[in-house]
């Protein structure tokens, strides 16, 4: 049963959780991170523990938020940018692709509770995971349920990374690796449901429709989509969706929160139906919505 935490109790508990080397570690963190930021800064991250913790743990993307003032006014030009330029259609050196996706396999693990706690994955089938990074979403969803088989598709120099891990996880006989960009390859068939997890909001709205119109394509008749991320809170904006990840995708120049609503719109544009938000026990770390390519046997 979802419970309904907001994100100052969810601190609050996991603080007391803690064993005492982390809190100690978490000391020393906050005390480099008070010795590195400006004032301004250190003003906000105190009063937004959960953005102190993310700041620590992303400590490689938020060079460019220590003096968020200047992000805000656009007199710097933020790092990330340049890491970035794979969202753009560029190349992603090797080095950096492994980098990013430990990065997403680390924090990986909440975004799969929430996705297969929401009882959005069917027992058997096959499922295709687009921006998959190197399979830790799958290995999760494979663990939890043994009578899935897995596509993994991501950027060939991204999925380089993923044997390694399958094999590791025992998993290398049930998931297939597919190379190709979204941008410009056309998706495998073969999968029953397809998942975007943490994809869409690095993208601005043309390469979304680009990659839903691609989606469906795949997908068969009565295909599912399970879409995955922070959503922005629409009408009333909420902190994490809106302030943290707007300032998230302002550092990388790209992509944008949004509400579930305009998910809605988009899938509905992209000619699914039934698009339904699930109930999420941690909205600030992701919401998910599903979506159904209709049966056109059925409507015959
Ligand atoms: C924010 S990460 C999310 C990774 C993973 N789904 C997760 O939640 O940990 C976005 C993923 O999209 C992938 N990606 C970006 N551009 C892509 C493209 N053109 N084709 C395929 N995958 C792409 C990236 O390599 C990266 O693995």
Redesign the pocket.
């Known amino acids: 049963m979802p419970v309904d935490l907001d994100t100052g109790a969810l601190v609050q508990r996991s603080k007391r959780a803690a064993p005492l080397w982390r809190r100690v570690w978490d000391g020393f963190l906050d005390w480099k991170l008070a010795k590195t930021a400006d004032p301004a800064f250190q003003a906000w991250a105190a009063r937004t523990p959960l953005v102190r913790r993310l700041v620590r743990h992303h400590a490689l993307f938020y060079r460019d938020m220590a003096v968020p003032v200047a992000l805000l006014r656009g007199n710097t030009r933020p790092e990330r940018a340049d890491y970035w330029a ?2 753009a ?1 560029g190349d ?1 050196p090797e080095a950096e ?1 492994a980098q ?2 430990r990065l ?2 680390t ?2 693990a909440m ?1 799969a509770a929430e996705v297969l706690g929401s009882g959005s994955l069917p027992n058997h089938g096959t499922v295709m ?6 399979g ?2 799958l290995t999760a969803a494979l663990r939890a349920t043994p009578g899935l088989k897995g596509i993994l ?3 060939p ?2 999925v380089e990374g993923a044997p390694k891990h399958l094999e590791n996880a025992g998993l290398s006989e049930r998931i297939q690796i597919a190379p ?6 056309a998706l495998p068939k073969g999968a029953d449901l397809i ?5 869409l ?3 601005d709205d043309g ?1 979304v429709r680009q990659i839903l119109a691609a989606v469906f394509e795949a997908l068969p008749s009565g295909g599912k989509v399970i879409l ?2 922070p959503m922005s809170g629409g009408r009333h904006p909420s902190r994490s969706g809106d302030a943290y990840f707007g300032v998230y995708t302002l550092a990388m120049t790209t992509g944008r929160p949004r509400s579930p609503e305009r998910h809605h719109a988009l899938l509905e544009e992209a000619g699914f139906q039934r698009a339904r938000l699930l109930p999420a026990c941690q909205p600030h770390i992701t919401r998910t919505i599903t979506a159904v390519k209709p049966n056109i046997l059925k409507a015959i």
């Open positions: 794979y969202v259609g992603v692709a990013y996706s997403m396999a924090s990986q975004v995971d687009v921006g998959g990074g190197t830790a979403f598709f991501d950027l120099t991204v190709g960009s979204f941008r410009t390859d998942s975007l997890i943490r994809v909001y690095d993208h390469v995955s991320e």
